[in-house]
């Protein structure tokens, strides 16, 4: 067999620990919460079929030629209307790229920034694929401390004296992924104040920011900021059709047009007929109406696992109670081996991701992420019963 | 204004010379040979709305939902059936991965196996967009000259002699772009046998071999590989739809399993409905019909080019004569500058890329592509006047 002389940015075999416990979790008599997926019950698949249709009647040859390694730009205009009503992120034509998930956004944004040995500054814990992303261009990564209220100001500060180097700070404000937190306004500011001040580039995420089902909205950080300094990224993923791979970039002309470059290597440009199919699916249908739908449900369904939390869990469980999203996180007092606990989990029927993989750092023990948005009322119901009584076995052992 | 501190991965302000020509070339009182587009008028939009139409019947909530990064199982079995059939290139469904476009191939195994400063021979001249991609990647470029047979197998060996440490060969065996040449069968059996001597990986790039209007095919490079150094990669943009964005690669297992990583991190997966509109299509539709329409179309548009290129254009220029593809190349004696000579041909109105940006080397001067498959008939005989013109005028300054 020939052995395969990889590249650096290659992680080495046995690292795919996720891609390892979402297979362990796919047996169907396991409840698993481990996944991330949107609920497909509620996918407008009508709506988006008329859409289809409209596109092909009106424009079959062009969806089907090359097309703008930009995007389609009635579809850019609509998503800058979008960032702008919701958002309060203002930008013109030249400042929006659509990319092939907002998951290309981090690819790109990793590729026209990072060089190798560059620091990049993370949420402690962080979205697991952005730390993969990342350290394939050679980051080094710092983690900033986060409380209920997000990422720490004064912990990123400190972060960012002792590392005048560092190039990007990567936060997923809302409804964060793993955490299901979401950083507060003032903190918002101050990070578009310390990215101006410090001269490092912060890349907001906000795939869930939509998906509120209590509590007041909060304007991205791309709002506050004054000098450029902030990448905005979302993406139709979670408010329409993840499998469509649609998001964007907000940001400066400037950063706008390298990234351009850049997506011209990575892929051409984004898929013609999904992006025609979301302009004519906007046009005459109620994105807000359909994004409450998806809020409510995703609502009830975190209720329903906080009240099992409350009432299998043993003592001294700590939870986050999100106001939106897809997550929540749990840490459990006691336990060394996270993963050791999700095998005992397992031979209880019951999945979820445990938090190591999140952390760029030292990861805590005992702690992981449980998803709601993909999982029937019963099977909440019943997972998390099981789940609570494998926490009781491992808590007497 | 802020100054972006860009990664060294990003091109200098200035460096898109092709974007430059191609903006120029879009001004509709020009005739441009300068693209590199399918002819649209053969796009099966109707056949294809009705594979559409299909999948949203069947399985509308699925394509909606997130997909594999692999792809979806049902395409990759019809392709590596096809490329069995076609190319005598033989694997297991873990040797094939559906990517973004055979562009993300590129950038994938770019990704995978140049570290900066790594050697890449490339064909003199090559696809430009490859350059860029593996550039990127910090590659160091040795040009392998070339004659109508292909990538020369004895400069090859010469060039694996003087660089050891190369990494990467990359080929267009067929219809090359930008030279319309294809490499003849001994070459290829002896490019596979380099490859293992000297342990150097082939990636094979096939976007035109089925688009053949003249002659007999020729076998893969990949169909002599018995040692997994050959990667193949192909792509359904000439024969089907470029709009949807979708290639693949065939490879070693180990080999498929990285770059599955890293199309993970890129952009999770490949859009669904696309995958499974060209599954539906290819049960209801006989590709290879379709397929044969594109050649003959594409042959009578080459016949037109090369008729006007004998009637119209000045003693000692030199042409290829592909026997398929989308491009033909033109040599020029006595042009210093061609893009200067492009400039002349602007003010005759009409428009092809010079030769320059498809050189990892030392460009030769006054050699330039030509596109056929996306010019009507009566365009390419008016072009073809006024390009022949624009070159008298040339040979008397
Ligand atoms: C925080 C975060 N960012 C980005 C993504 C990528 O999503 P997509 O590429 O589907 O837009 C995800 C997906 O789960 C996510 O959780
Ligand atoms: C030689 C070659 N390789 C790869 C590509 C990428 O094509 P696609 O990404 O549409 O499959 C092209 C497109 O023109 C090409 O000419």
Same mark, same amino acid.
């Given at each position: 067999m020939t052995k395969f002389n990889f590249s650096k940015r290659v992680p080495a075999d046995g690292t795919d620990a996720v891609g390892v416990i979402l297979k362990a979790a796919a047996d169907p008599k396991i409840i698993s919460f481990a996944g991330g997926l949107p *609920? =497909?019950?509620? !996918? =407008?698949v009508k709506a988006m079929k008329e859409a289809v249709d409209q596109v092909f009647a009106e424009r079959g040859q062009e969806v089907m030629q090359y097309g703008a390694a930009k995007g389609v730009t009635a579809l850019r205009e609509l998503v800058l209307q979008r960032v702008k009503e919701k958002e309060n992120v203002t930008g013109q034509l030249d400042n929006v790229l659509m990319t092939t998930g907002s998951e290309q956004a981090l690819d790109l944004v990793g590729k026209a920034f990072v060089n190798p040995g560059d620091t990049v500054l993370v949420e402690q814990p962080t979205y697991l694929c952005a730390l993969d992303v990342f350290k394939s261009y050679g980051a080094n990564f710092v983690g900033v401390e986060m409380d209920e209220a997000g990422m720490k100001m004064d912990a990123l500060e400190e972060a960012l004296k002792a590392h005048p180097e560092a190039k990007l700070v990567y936060t997923v =404000?809302?409804?964060?992924? =793993?955490?299901g937190r979401t950083m507060a306004l003032k903190r918002r500011e101050k990070l578009a104040e310390l990215a101006a001040k410090y001269d490092v580039y912060v890349l907001e995420d906000n795939p869930?920011?939509?998906?509120? !089902?209590k509590g007041q909205h909060v304007p991205a950080v791309k709002s506050f900021d004054k000098t450029g300094h902030v990448f905005y990224m979302g993406t139709?993923?979670?408010?329409? *059709?993840?499998? !469509?791979r649609l998001g964007w970039v907000v940001a400066d002309e400037a950063v706008v047009n390298k990234l351009t470059v850049l997506k011209q290597s990575a892929?051409?440009?984004?898929d013609n007929l999904a992006q025609y199919a979301v302009v004519e699916f906007l046009k005459h249908n109620d994105l807000d109406a359909h994004v409450k739908q998806i809020s409510d449900l995703y609502g009830q369904r975190k209720a329903l696992m906080t009240e099992g939390l409350e009432k299998y869990f043993p003592q001294g469980v700590k939870y986050t109670d999100p106001e939106g999203g897809m997550f929540l996180w749990v840490e459990v007092p006691g336990v060394e081996d996270t993963v050791e606990l999700f095998k005992q989990c397992l031979e209880h029927n019951v999945a979820f991701v445990p938090g190591d993989p999140f952390y760029a750092g030292e990861p805590q023990p005992g702690a992981f992420r449980l998803n709601y948005s993909n999982a029937q009322e019963d099977q909440i119901k019943a997972g998390m019963k099981q789940l609570g009584e494998a926490l009781q076995d491992e808590g007497e052992n």
């Amino acid at each position: 067999m020939t052995k395969f002389n990889f590249s650096k940015r290659v992680p080495a075999d046995g690292t795919d620990a996720v891609g390892v416990i979402l297979k362990a979790a796919a047996d169907p008599k396991i409840i698993s919460f481990a996944g991330g997926l949107p *609920a =497909p019950e509620l !996918f =407008p698949v009508k709506a988006m079929k008329e859409a289809v249709d409209q596109v092909f009647a009106e424009r079959g040859q062009e969806v089907m030629q090359y097309g703008a390694a930009k995007g389609v730009t009635a579809l850019r205009e609509l998503v800058l209307q979008r960032v702008k009503e919701k958002e309060n992120v203002t930008g013109q034509l030249d400042n929006v790229l659509m990319t092939t998930g907002s998951e290309q956004a981090l690819d790109l944004v990793g590729k026209a920034f990072v060089n190798p040995g560059d620091t990049v500054l993370v949420e402690q814990p962080t979205y697991l694929c952005a730390l993969d992303v990342f350290k394939s261009y050679g980051a080094n990564f710092v983690g900033v401390e986060m409380d209920e209220a997000g990422m720490k100001m004064d912990a990123l500060e400190e972060a960012l004296k002792a590392h005048p180097e560092a190039k990007l700070v990567y936060t997923v =404000p809302n409804f964060q992924n =793993p955490t299901g937190r979401t950083m507060a306004l003032k903190r918002r500011e101050k990070l578009a104040e310390l990215a101006a001040k410090y001269d490092v580039y912060v890349l907001e995420d906000n795939p869930y920011g939509e998906i509120r !089902f209590k509590g007041q909205h909060v304007p991205a950080v791309k709002s506050f900021d004054k000098t450029g300094h902030v990448f905005y990224m979302g993406t139709f993923s979670k408010t329409l *059709a993840p499998g !469509f791979r649609l998001g964007w970039v907000v940001a400066d002309e400037a950063v706008v047009n390298k990234l351009t470059v850049l997506k011209q290597s990575a892929d051409l440009h984004t898929d013609n007929l999904a992006q025609y199919a979301v302009v004519e699916f906007l046009k005459h249908n109620d994105l807000d109406a359909h994004v409450k739908q998806i809020s409510d449900l995703y609502g009830q369904r975190k209720a329903l696992m906080t009240e099992g939390l409350e009432k299998y869990f043993p003592q001294g469980v700590k939870y986050t109670d999100p106001e939106g999203g897809m997550f929540l996180w749990v840490e459990v007092p006691g336990v060394e081996d996270t993963v050791e606990l999700f095998k005992q989990c397992l031979e209880h029927n019951v999945a979820f991701v445990p938090g190591d993989p999140f952390y760029a750092g030292e990861p805590q023990p005992g702690a992981f992420r449980l998803n709601y948005s993909n999982a029937q009322e019963d099977q909440i119901k019943a997972g998390m019963k099981q789940l609570g009584e494998a926490l009781q076995d491992e808590g007497e052992n």
